[in-house]
C-alpha cells in the first residue's frame, strides 16, 4: 500500500511503525496513526464502493489493534471502535461487512502480511498467542453477533505460508491450522449461531488440504488467486471441492493485474456462483486497484531512507507525511475507472477473445469441435484452438502478470465463440484480428445463434472490424461463417 514492495525494513506494520518514528518523532508518530486510521477508510470510501455496485467489502485488520501486546489478555477499544464505525457506514450503505483477522496474535502466515516479528507463525506454536486469538474471536462475536450488517468472520487470513527458503518450512504446522479452526468455531457458536465463518487454506489461501471435512454448517470455503491464468482449469480444484463438501465459495482476495486479466476472471467466477474480492481498494501509485493515492512532494526521500539513504530531517518527513494524510482520502485519490469498469464489464471496456464464456460449457457457450494445440495449456480442454501471437518478452508488466494474454483464438468455418456483455444502448463492437492469408466472414449474434446482428468481411489486409449494435443484448456469438481467422480482442464502446 507505500509504494515501497520488498524492503524487509518497511514490509508490515510494526516495521512501518518503527520507521515513522524514527523519521518523524515519537509524538508526530503517535498523532499520525490517529489521523491515518481516521483518513484511509471513510464513510467516503464504503458509500463509492456501494454506488459502484458492490455489496460487500472485506476489511482487514491487526490484532495489535484490539490487545495489548505482552502477558495476559488486555482488550484495547481503538480497534472495536474503529470497527463500529465502519459497520455502521455498511450500514448507512446497504452492504455486507467481513470482519478479516488479517494479523493475528504471534502472527498466522509466517510472512510479512500477519505482522509476525520472525516470520515465523508463532499462533501455532505459543499457546498464549493461540488463546489470544480464540479471546479474540469470542469478543468479536459476542459484540456482531446480532448486528445484521456483519456477513461474516474470516477467521484467518492467508496461514502458513509456502515453504521458503527464506522463512523456512513451518508444513509441520497444518494440522495445528485445523485445530484452531475447530477450537475459534466452537469459541463463536458458544455465543453466535448465526453468522457466516469463512475458512482458508494454507499456502495464500490455495491449498486445500484442511478441507477433509466441514467445520461448521454455515460456512464458506474462501480462497485467493493471483498470477494465474483467468480460466476455469484455475477455479477448478475449489468448485469440485465445494462441490464435495456442499458448501458455498468466495474468492475473497483476487487483484493486482492489468484490466484484461480481471475482465477474463471476475465474470467467470460469478457464472459459477462464486462471489469475489478484489485487493487492495487503493494504494499509492497504482493503476490496477479502483483508487490509487498519488505520491506526496519529496517521497523519494522517504524511500531513499528505507534503502538505507540519509534522514530527511524530521520537519520535513513530518512535511510529506502531513500530504500523504490528505492525498489517502478519497476525494484526493485518482479512481481507477478502467479497472472497474473491466471487473464488471461495463462498457466501455475490453476483454482478449481468447476469454470466451466457459459456461455453460461446449455445444453452448463456445462450439468446442477444434483439435487443440496441445502446447498451449491456456483454456485446455475447451475443444477450442489458441495460437501464440507472440513470444514471452521476458519482462514482467506490474502485479502478478503471467502473460495469458499473448494467445489469440482461431476459428474456422462453422465455429463460435459466446461472451457475455450486457449491452443497454448503442454500442461499437471493435474485433481486433491476426493477420491472415485469405478473407473471412464473421456473423455476430445473440448468445444462441438465433438472432443476427450483423455479419462482417474480414479483408486478408483488414487488422479490425467493427459493428454497431443497437443495446439491449445480454451477450454476442461470434460465428465462422466462411474462411479460417484469428480473433485477439473484443473492444466494446459506447457509439
Not at 7 to 32: C, Q, W
Not at 129 to 141: F, M, V
Not at 196 to 221: K, P, Q
Request: proline fraction near 5%.
Amino acid at each position: 500500500m507505500w509504494y515501497v514492495f520488498g524492503n524487509r525494513r518497511f514490509d508490515r506494520p510494526r516495521r512501518i511503525e518503527a520507521v515513522v518514528e524514527e523519521l518523524t518523532g515519537k509524538e508526530y508518530a503517535h498523532r499520525f496513526w490517529k489521523r491515518f486510521r481516521k483518513n484511509y477508510v471513510t464513510r467516503e470510501d464504503i458509500l463509492r464502493m456501494a454506488q459502484l455496485g458492490y455489496n460487500s467489502v472485506r476489511i482487514p485488520f491487526c490484532y495489535r489493534l484490539f490487545l495489548e501486546e505482552g502477558p495476559g489478555i488486555v482488550w484495547k477499544e481503538e480497534g472495536f471502535e474503529l470497527l463500529d464505525r465502519c459497520i455502521d457506514w455498511c450500514g448507512e450503505a446497504g452492504i455486507y461487512a467481513f470482519l478479516d483477522l488479517h494479523g493475528a496474535p504471534g502472527g498466522q502466515t509466517g510472512a510479512n502480511i500477519d505482522d509476525c516479528i520472525d516470520d515465523v507463525p508463532w499462533l501455532f506454536l505459543d499457546r498464549e498467542q493461540w488463546d489470544r486469538g480464540i479471546a479474540l474471536w469470542a469478543r468479536l462475536a459476542e459484540r456482531y453477533k446480532d448486528n445484521v450488517v456483519v456477513g461474516g468472520y474470516d477467521l484467518l487470513n492467508e496461514p502458513i505460508a509456502p515453504p521458503s527458503q527464506e522463512a523456512g518450512d513451518h508444513e509441520f504446522l497444518i494440522p495445528r491450522l485445523k485445530e484452531f479452526y475447530q477450537e475459534a468455531t466452537a469459541a463463536i457458536r458458544k455465543v453466535d449461531r448465526h453468522h457466516l465463518l469463512s475458512i482458508e487454506g494454507a499456502h495464500w489461501a490455495t491449498d486445500l488440504r484442511i478441507f477433509d471435512h466441514r467445520y461448521d454448517d454455515n460456512m464458506v470455503l474462501h480462497f485467493h488467486r493471483y498470477g494465474t491464468y483467468p480460466d476455469y482449469a484455475c477455479l477448478e480444484p475449489y468448485v469440485e471441492k465445494a462441490k464435495e463438501l456442499d458448501v458455498p465459495l468466495w474468492l475473497g482476495e483476487t487483484g493486482e493485474n492489468v484490466d484484461e486479466w480481471y475482465t477474463a476472471l471476475c465474470p467467470l467466477a460469478e457464472s459459477l456462483g462464486i462471489g469475489y474480492n478484489l485487493w487492495p481498494w487503493k494504494k499509492m501509485a497504482c493503476t490496477n486497484s479502483p483508487y490509487s493515492v498519488n505520491l506526496p512532494n519529496d517521497y523519494s526521500l522517504i524511500m531513499d531512507y528505507i534503502d538505507r539513504g540519509p534522514h530527511p530531517g524530521y520537519r520535513k518527513a513530518q512535511e510529506i507525511f502531513d500530504e500523504y494524510l490528505e492525498n489517502i482520502k478519497l476525494e484526493n485519490c485518482q479512481e481507477n475507472a478502467a479497472v472497474i469498469r473491466h471487473v464488471l464489464r461495463r462498457i466501455p471496456f475490453s476483454l482478449r477473445a481468447t476469454d470466451f464464456d466457459q459456461c455453460p460449457g461446449k455445444g453452448r457457450a463456445f462450439s468446442g469441435t477444434a483439435k487443440e494445440d496441445d502446447t498451449i495449456d491456456y483454456r485446455g480442454g475447451c475443444g477450442m484452438r489458441l495460437v501464440e501471437l507472440e513470444k514471452p518478452s521476458g519482462e514482467k508488466r506490474p502485479g502478478f502478470d503471467c502473460g495469458w494474454d499473448r494467445y489469440g483464438l482461431l476459428l474456422e468455418a462453422g465455429e463460435y465463440a459466446c461472451y457475455q456483455v450486457e449491452i443497454p444502448g448503442p454500442t461499437a463492437l471493435t474485433i481486433s484480428l491476426a493477420p491472415r492469408e485469405r478473407p473471412a466472414l464473421l456473423q455476430i449474434s445473440d448468445r444462441a445463434g438465433r438472432e443476427e446482428y450483423g455479419t462482417i468481411r474480414a479483408e486478408k489486409d483488414s487488422d479490425s472490424i467493427s459493428l454497431p449494435l443497437s443495446g439491449n443484448q445480454k451477450g454476442i456469438r461470434i460465428t465462422a461463417k466462411e474462411g479460417t481467422v484469428c480473433l485477439v480482442r473484443l473492444s466494446f464502446s459506447q457509439a
